[in-house]
């Protein structure tokens, strides 16, 4: 099979879906794989890095789209990739459908099959390819927002660990799945006051055992968020429901109650963000104000550690990539129950319930497609 490798064209997107480990893999597997001119550049990897693993250079990304079966991604085809989709061709990255009508539209549209990053999901409920993103997320959400916490961004000018006889900042975060688990960990580390809550009994007595003392556990209800957000000098939203737009846990009128200069931090973005005045930024241009309050909600943090990044998401993805590459996806996903889950659009049909029900049209089982 041909793999095609295209570079990431997003706004301030440095990670590359492969790395030259992974071409090796694939090659010794007996495929081939094209992969556009400085498509890892922005993750230290270069053309001739690529070459010396078995991989075609391709000058541009038009050969790549256009003799490629499985184009292999880190975010979602833009607008301007869109044309170069065909049907017949499979796309495996990450796609976040549900927060986007016109993304899913245009894919449905071109015919081909999307397999998504984040929808791939094991019996456990844990979501492989999503994990290690989330991971790098939540320690950056805090690193970030320390840092917009600082009066010369419109934050508070509050240092999220005090010093001796002056009390630390309040993070607040919701969700204690792996975004918050990774957030709250280098929040108590930095010497922050902590708060968690999640809807999840059983999650929270796991939490209890793993979680330093300066983390303060709490079940999620309306009430509680509000009682939380009231005294937070930062918030991290790491809520996620897989493949479904994440449900607003804060609400436009509760930055009212809110500390002025305080920062929000929405990991949730990509699906629609867990508050209600998220509106998605760029590494660029990553913040906004609100009623006083600052605002990050940068859609591929990630991306701005590409380094990092791009091993840990590769070191994930590539056994998936393998069996896309070995077997057709239609024999991959009858083989593997976790990526049977990845499937979103096939054939100009949605497969995933949540992504059907984020804009009330049709889903068709994903083993109809086998």
């Known amino acids: 099979m041909k793999i095609g490798i295209p570079k990431e064209i997003k706004t301030n997107e440095n990670r590359v879906a492969l790395v030259p480990s992974g071409v090796e893999a694939l090659v010794a597997a007996g495929h081939s794989v094209l992969v556009e001119s400085g498509a890892g550049v922005g993750s230290g990897f270069d053309d001739g890095q690529y070459a010396t693993a078995g991989a075609d250079i391709a000058p541009a990304a038009a050969p790549v789209w256009a003799e490629a079966e499985l184009i292999v991604k880190v975010k979602e085809p833009i607008a301007a990739e869109w044309p170069r989709m065909r049907a017949g061709q499979t796309i495996f990255t990450y796609f ?60 508070r000018g509050v240092l999220l660990g005090g010093v001796p006889g002056v009390s630390p900042a309040h993070v607040v975060i919701l969700g204690g799945g792996v975004v918050g688990v990774h957030a709250a960990k ?20 796991y939490l209890s055992d793993a979680m330093p003392a300066n983390v303060q556990l709490l079940f999620s209800n309306r009430q509680a968020v509000l009682k939380q957000i009231a005294t937070a000098d930062l918030v991290i939203g790491g809520v996620l ?18 500390r002025q200069g305080a920062v929000i931090v929405d990991v949730a973005v990509d699906q629609g963000g867990c508050v209600a005045t998220t509106r998605p930024t760029t590494h660029e241009n990553p913040i906004y104000v609100v009623d006083g309050v600052v605002h990050y909600a940068v859609a591929n943090m990630p991306g701005g550690v590409p380094r990092t990044s791009t091993l840990a998401l590769t070191n994930a993805t590539l056994p ?13 996903l009858k083989d593997n129950a976790a990526l049977l889950q990845g499937l979103n659009v096939a054939d100009g049909k949605i497969a995933h319930r949540a992504v059907a029900k984020a804009f009330a049209l049709h889903c068709t089982a994903p083993e109809e497609f086998l």
């Open 96 to 155: 976040h459908f549900a927060a986007n009508e016109q993304l899913t539209r245009a894919h449905l549209d071109s015919g081909t099959t999307c397999i998504a990053y984040e929808t791939v999901q094991l019996p456990t409920g844990e979501l492989p390819l999503l994990t290690p993103m989330s991971e790098v997320a939540g320690r950056m959400a805090v690193q970030e927002g320390a840092k917009y916490l600082e009066k010369l961004y419109g934050g």
């Open 186 to 205: 280098i929040a108590a580390g930095m010497g922050a006051s902590v708060t968690v809550l999640d809807v999840s009994l059983e999650r929270l007595r």
């Open 320 to 332: 998936y990539v393998l069996q896309l590459a070995n077997k057709g996806w239609k024999q991959a």
């Open 241 to 258: 429901i897989a493949g479904a737009v994440a449900p607003k846990l804060i609400r436009r009128e509760d930055l009212r109650t809110m």
